[in-house]
């Protein structure tokens, strides 16, 4: 599947839009004026499925930070491409890679460096310096909770590789300085391709009853072979996938014992299993989203 074959895709069937989302939203812009910085999380293996397409309606022009978070998972020369992508376009980009503790020190210096001039403003006014302000948003599942964590230093808010699992705006300290209000995973209404809903779908972003599941893992493993050959044949023992994809996963189910009474295929299980070497960083390395010439512009 690709940006431009989306012939048959009905947006409006693909659509995951709970009602804490929209109130997100609407909180959001009811506290974006106690904001000082934004720091808006994408996944570096996705970085333009995972941008909140309608972020800049409710942010308003609040200085931002865009974060790609996961590097340690990506294909760091497709990521890079992304990450100059959206410099060109005047963001303030960077990468982390949450596993390492010192991972989070640039993101602090940036946002002190943009709020610089307004406290040189407040000591010449005579006024104290004050914390500030930060909102993180993101996509479900995008690592902002544990970027949070990393912030605090410690377990500040619950961390989950399923969507969902923050559900309210909450106020966290970080030090003295600094000050961040933690948001639910948003998505927007309807996904403009199916390429963003099944890359949304294949990194959890979305719950897995929103696409037919057999269709994402397929997806999954076409995305393999398509861009990371090398993984398909290390991971699952596959040169090229089957003329009829159900040999393909009968093959990987045999070979990672997915087998029911009769020792016949346990589809579910392979299912799972695919899904399961993505959401837990099994498979590394990867970067669904491609800059193609005159792509994206």
């Given amino acids: 599947m690709s940006e431009n074959n989306d012939k048959g895709f009905n947006k409006s069937v693909i659509n995951w839009y709970p009602g804490h989302m929209a109130k997100t939203k609407r909180l959001i812009s009811e506290k974006i004026d106690q904001i000082d910085v934004v720091y808006e999380v994408i996944d570096a293996r996705i970085p333009y499925s995972s941008k909140i397409t309608d972020i800049d309606n409710y942010i308003k022009n609040k200085p931002r930070i865009l974060i790609f978070s996961k590097m340690d998972l990506c294909d760091s020369v497709e990521t890079k491409k992304w990450m100059k992508y959206y410099e060109d376009q005047g963001y303030t980009v960077i990468g982390v890679d949450l596993t390492k503790p010192n991972s989070v020190k640039q993101i602090i210096d940036k ?9 040189i403003k407040r000591e010449q006014k005579g006024l104290k310096i004050r914390k500030a302000r930060v909102l993180v948003v993101g996509i479900p ?19 989950g590789n399923k969507p969902g699992v923050t559900k309210n705006l909450d106020w966290i300290r970080i030090n003295d300085s600094l000050e961040l209000l933690d948001s639910p995973g948003i998505l927007w209404p309807k996904f403009e391709s199916s390429t963003v809903a099944f890359n949304l779908a294949s ?16 997806y999954i493993l076409q995305t ?31 070979k990672r014992g997915c087998l029911i ?9 392979v299912y799972t299993v695919i899904l399961n070497d993505i959401k837990d960083g099994s498979i590394k390395g990867i970067t669904f989203d491609r800059i193609e010439e005159n792509d994206r512009k």
């Fill in 111 to 119: 946002t002190m460096e943009l709020l610089e001039q307004d406290n």
């Fill in 141 to 159: 599942n995008a690592g902002k909770s544990t970027l949070i964590n990393r912030l605090v230093g410690k377990k500040a808010v619950v961390v």
């Fill in 203 to 218: 990194l959890t972003a979305i719950k897995e009853e929103v696409l037919p599941l057999d269709e994402v893992v397929i």
């Fill in 224 to 254: 393999l072979e398509t861009y990371y050959p090398e993984i398909l044949k290390q991971r699952y023992g596959i040169e090229k996938l089957h003329d009829d994809i159900v040999e393909t996963l009968e093959y990987i189910g045999k």
């Fill in 261 to 269: 009474r009769g020792g016949e295929i346990d589809y579910e299980k």
